[in-house]
């Protein structure tokens, strides 16, 4: 099946342009992250004590505030979810007080107010802080090793590191745009979505190493054509491989994300809209990286030898 039958699009020469779309996308995260003052990390990375109410009917954030305020509950945020009227109290990890005692509080001061006493507890979870510090530094070991991996791999298959690391190149730009779309809607950063990120990476880097199959036999097979060409006709070639593949795995995280639940939805919308970012890096990013990389590196040898 082929949905794009003789494609002859010129990817090379409209690299800049690519480029520049998807630096714009990583400014717009640097700035997202800088506006909200860091990223919007669960407790599973912070600690604390996260405690889901749903209400009868939709309610003021500050009603909610007073009641909480008026019952000794301190260092608290809100996060707010209309469409369920559900609230989300996150408060942050105390030694002095017990995960229980401020559960107890939290219900105590919504129950003594008119206007919040109808209420049920969804949720109540707590991480310490000796077990978020180590969450973090294995979510962080994870994605760092993960790319080491998938750039020692890629380089020994096609027997160069600009390969691997034009490819990593893609993924930590489909990663670090995937963490722009949390930032931007201020979104929790979960363990769910760190596991999201790391599939995310699986994809991507599943989809470049087709194309870069690819390339590899074309420049043995059209050795008068030159790179430009080469790489143009290679991601020509697999351009409905990619699109096909992408199509199929969005129909699924659709699925999932419509009637997955909540339990799952960050996970899924992580990988949503990852993968439209992933096939936009394997097709418009991973392949011009090496070029410019490969003409840059051939440009400075000739300067030495001139």
Known sequence: ?????????????????????????ILITVVSILMHKGLNLGIDFTGGLLVEVKFTAPLQLESIRKALN???????????????????????DSQSISAEKITAQIKEGLSK??????????????????????????????????????????????????????????????VVITIGLFSLFDREITLNVVAA????????????????????????????????????ISVNQTLSRTIITSLTVEMVLLTLFFFGGD???????????????????TVFVASPLVYEWTMRRQAQRAAKKA
């Open 70 to 92: 008026d019952s000794g509950v301190t260092s608290f945020e809100l996060q707010s979810f209309p469409s369920k009227n559900s609230i989300h109290i996150r408060v942050q």
């Open 113 to 174: 107010s008119e206007v919040t006493k109808d209420f049920t507890v969804e949720r109540a979870e707590f991480v310490g802080p000796s077990v978020s510090k180590h969450l973090s530094k294995q979510a962080t070991w994870a994605i760092l090793l993960s790319f080491v991996g998938i750039i020692a791999y890629v380089a020994f298959r096609f027997k160069s590191p600009i390969w691997g690391i034009a490819g990593v190149l893609a993924l930590v730009h489909d």
């Open 1 to 25: 099946m082929r949905l794009l039958k003789n494609a002859n699009i010129d990817f090379i020469s409209k690299r800049h342009t690519f480029f520049a779309i998807s630096a714009a996308l």
């Open 197 to 232: 990120l790391l599939t995310l990476a699986g994809f991507s880097i599943n989809d470049t190493i087709v194309i870069y199959d690819r390339i590899r036999e074309n420049i043995s097979l059209l050795r008068k054509e030159s790179l430009a060409n080469i790489l143009n």
């Open 263 to 281: 339990v799952i939805h960050d996970f899924s919308l992580a990988l949503l809209f990852g993968c439209i970012i992933g096939t936009y890096s």
